[in-house]
């Protein structure tokens, strides 16, 4: 059973290297990503070969193992889907662009090394980006507009990344070893170019030619919610909870707006409340100013235990990163014996962008909303469960994430505080939460419409303006990134599992329940589907999730 789940994540990090250094697992931290054709042919018959393999494993199993198993099988399914079925290495190029920056930038911002010996790792690197490029060019055939557009962002960011910020650590990383500077120079120069070059193919070559199609369909939308999230419920079902919990929200969002101002359409309400907003220069002091206070409502309310006094660092997303999110935490993997830097990015507006775009930006960061995005991020959300990661009981558990349980836990935990006294009745802030709310019930509704029922990215667009309240630009933002990322509704299908989880909980526990207790119990799972923390909760229910 061990060498199995051993050869699984030994095959998994000789083709993501760059997750491996994420994860802290350092002996790969000389390779890149290999995306070539002939690579992802060998990939699939790897997946193959660890199919048949696990289908051989003995049985009975402990219930640990038991659980990894399912884990992993689901992965493995997910990971076929998308390679053989799916085939987005031939449709998207995003993750060509991304993945360089990610790769360097993982071995730059964590001292797990000297700055020296992480500098020779960094231009081994820097000598596979332009193979990687190459790869793209080759491989992408017809993508999406959508898909060309953000990943031509994306490689133009890149490229100053490389020239500036890349170049002026390696200069303080080298010291007085001028042979390794002039190596790393060289190096650094050839991707550089190579993500320049990417810059201009995508804008002048692929994007007048990127017209293909986005949606997945029903069958495979199906099928990524089994394998990755392992829920298991007819799409119908699935869409008409989404819409009815969206309504739910809706309707409280116009009742408090009324609240704050009966005079005004609560658009106009959503959008006064977004008047006080940071500027560019004022964007990140101004999240920091969120932390103390939410860390000390938590520890009043003993909402949940906090198992280290180190902060995150607050900082503005690298330019690889901006894929259209706002926000987002980046941790230290659980291996990680040495580094303790945690970064919380927020995303500042783009330098090219005309003065109403950035200030339909800048309007998403509006004190309310701020502290919810904190919330999310930080505390009690993703940042907590990094902080109980090297506590998950097994390496499967600890290498494996799935969005219903890390999303869900966040987007669940803002709207656990507001009910727990968070912004003492404010309905400004009660108003922010229903807006971050009925954000992921747009998500959630835009997604599946994008791919099983033929709505444009505009329409899609539109529902979050009208059901959302969100600015033009950023409603855009918001239904671009379901094209690529077609099951983004596991913020609110992962929230609705941990109510729903925490009911039952309640139940079993009678009067030995706590919501210190149940969070605690929660977070020290590890992020895994949440069918299964259930398993492990509430030994012998067989309960839905929903």
């Known amino acids: ?100 920056g990610g790769a360097i930038d993982n071995l730059m911002k964590r001292n797990f090394a000297p700055a020296a010996e992480r500098l020779r790792s960094v231009i081994a690197r820097l000598k596979g980006i332009p193979r990687m490029i190459a790869a793209m060019k080759q491989n992408i055939d017809n993508p999406p507009h959508e898909f060309t557009d953000l990943a031509l962002r994306i490689a133009h960011g890149s490229v100053g990344f490389f020239k500036s910020n890349v170049a002026n650590w390696a200069k303080d990383a080298a010291g007085n070893d001028t042979a390794l500077l002039n190596e790393f120079a060289m190096a650094n120069t050839a991707a550089a170019n190579s993500l320049q070059e990417a810059t201009n193919w995508l804008e002048k070559t692929m994007l007048p030619k990127s017209k293909g199609p986005y949606a997945i369909g029903a069958d495979n939308f199906s099928k990524k919610l089994l394998y990755e999230e392992m829920v298991n419920v007819p799409l119908e079902r699935i869409l008409a909870i989404g819409e009815q919990n969206l309504e739910k929200d809706y309707e409280a969002f116009i009742e408090t707006a009324r609240k704050i101002d009966a005079s005004k359409d609560p658009h106009e309400v959503m959008k006064s409340l977004s008047n006080e907003h940071p500027t560019e220069a004022s964007l990140i002091p101004d999240a920091k100013k969120t932390v103390e206070g ?108 799935c969005g219903t349980n890390a999303e869900g836990w966040a987007h669940y935990s803002e709207q656990m505080m507001l009910e727990e006294g968070f912004g003492n009745g404010d309905p400004k802030v009660r108003l922010a939460q229903l807006e971050e709310a009925l954000l992921r019930d747009a998500r959630y509704v835009v997604g599946i419409k994008l791919h099983t029922a033929g709505w444009t990215v505009e329409r899609g667009a539109k529902y979050f303006e009208e059901k959302a309240f969100q600015e033009p630009a950023n409603a855009y933002e918001e239904a671009r990134r379901g094209a690529y990322n077609p099951t983004y509704l596991y913020y609110t299908l992962g929230k609705l599992q941990i109510y729903k989880l925490r009911d039952d909980y309640r139940r079993a526990k009678g009067s030995g329940f706590t919501l210190q207790g149940f969070h605690d119990e929660f977070v020290r799972q590890g992020s895994i589907p949440i069918q299964l923390i259930r398993r492990i909760l509430l030994p012998g229910d067989n309960g839905a999730t929903l």
């Open 294 to 401: 939410i860390i000390q409502f938590i520890r009043e309310r003993k909402l949940i235990s906090i198992p280290s006094q180190v902060r995150p660092t607050i900082t503005e997303t690298p330019p690889y990163a901006r894929s259209g999110t706002f926000a987002s935490m980046d941790t230290p993997g659980p291996y990680e014996t040495k580094a303790t830097e945690a970064f919380y990015y927020v995303t500042p507006p783009e330098n090219d962008w005309d003065a109403k775009h950035k200030d339909e930006h800048l309007r998403a960061y509006n004190p309310p909303v701020m502290n919810i995005i904190t919330i999310h991020e930080a505390y009690p959300g993703h940042y907590i469960q990094f902080l109980n990661a090297k506590q998950f009981p097994t390496k499967t558990r600890k290498l494996v994430s």
């Open 1 to 100: 059973m061990s060498q199995f789940i051993d050869d699984y994540f030994n095959a998994y990090f000789e083709w993501n290297p760059s997750a491996a250094t994420s994860v802290g697992l350092h002996e790969y931290d000389e390779k890149i990503e290999d995306y070539s054709a002939a690579a992802i042919a060998k990939r699939i018959e790897t997946l193959q070969r660890l199919q048949r393999q696990r289908a051989g494993l003995p049985s009975p199993r402990t219930a640990d193992e038991s659980i990894d198993i399912e884990i992993l099988d689901g992965q493995i399914r997910a990971e076929l889907l998308d390679l053989e079925t799916l085939e987005t290495w031939r449709h998207n190029p995003m993750n060509y662009v991304s993945v360089p």
